[in-house]
């Protein structure tokens, strides 16, 4: 099993949709998890970080179910710019550690 | 507030050749940094970390290298540049930044190497 699992898509939904990513983890000791985006050839940038149980950013909602380890993140009301691939990250110890566990994106296309 | 510079911007050079990537951090101090290569259509790779000055982790066996000569430069470079070696580097740090926690990575703008 990989340590970060992301359906990697692409996700083709009409603005205005609701449309959902889940991230799956294999180390159940993570402690914090990420939700990057990345446009296509930039840089990923910080959408989220979960620490606890979720978070919620507007129109943004990304959720922690430890039991069954995966994070989900729930986009409300797409817009066109949403389109961009959605990274899932893990840090998988506790206390300060130096690597953080990338999956390898799930791609969401938001259409007119 | 803090910023993360990188350059060249884009870069083509011919296999064989050296490569010298660099990465600057500003508004903060004693950061980590990292090197990371993302090739076409693929997932971030990890390649060297470091938690201070002269202090190098690598992560994947390559034909790289990586410095930090000060606490905010972090070098990436190759003696001998092999077609593989193509993709989008990127540099990230990772530090106390406005009240957020200690893990989350800020990356700089990349570069685009092509070896051709």
């Known amino acids: 099993r990989k340590e970060v699992e992301q359906d990697p898509g692409p996700f083709n939904v009409p603005e205005g949709a609701t449309v959902a990513f889940n991230c799956t983890y294999s180390?159940?000791?993570?402690?914090?998890f990420f939700w990057y985006r990345q446009d296509c050839r930039k840089e990923p940038k910080l959408l989220m970080s979960?620490?606890?149980?979720?978070n919620e950013d507007g129109r943004f909602t990304a959720q922690l179910n430890r039991a069954s380890q995966y994070i989900s993140l729930l986009i409300r009301d797409s817009k066109l710019s949403d389109s961009a691939t959605y990274l899932c990250v893990v840090n998988p110890y506790a206390g300060n550690n130096r690597k953080l566990i990338w999956g390898l994106g799930t791609s969401l296309a938001v259409n007119p | 507030s803090q910023t993360i510079h990188q350059w060249p911007a884009t870069l083509v050079q011919p296999v064989g050749s050296p490569l010298s990537l660099e990465c600057t951090v500003e508004?903060?101090?004693?950061?980590?940094l990292y090197w990371y290569r993302q090739a076409a259509g693929r997932g971030l790779q990890l390649l060297f970390y470091s938690v201070g000055i002269g202090q190098i982790s690598s992560e994947v066996p390559q034909n790289l290298s990586a410095s930090r000569p000060q606490d905010r430069q972090f070098i990436l470079s190759s003696k001998k540049l092999l077609l593989s070696d193509s993709g989008f580097y990127l540099c990230a740090w990772r530090g106390l930044a406005g009240g957020l926690s200690y893990n989350e990575q800020f990356f700089g703008p990349g570069t685009r190497l092509t070896v051709l």
């Open positions: 979960v620490y606890s149980s979720g």
């Open positions: 508004g903060t101090s004693n950061p980590n």
């Open positions: 180390n159940s000791a993570s402690q914090s």
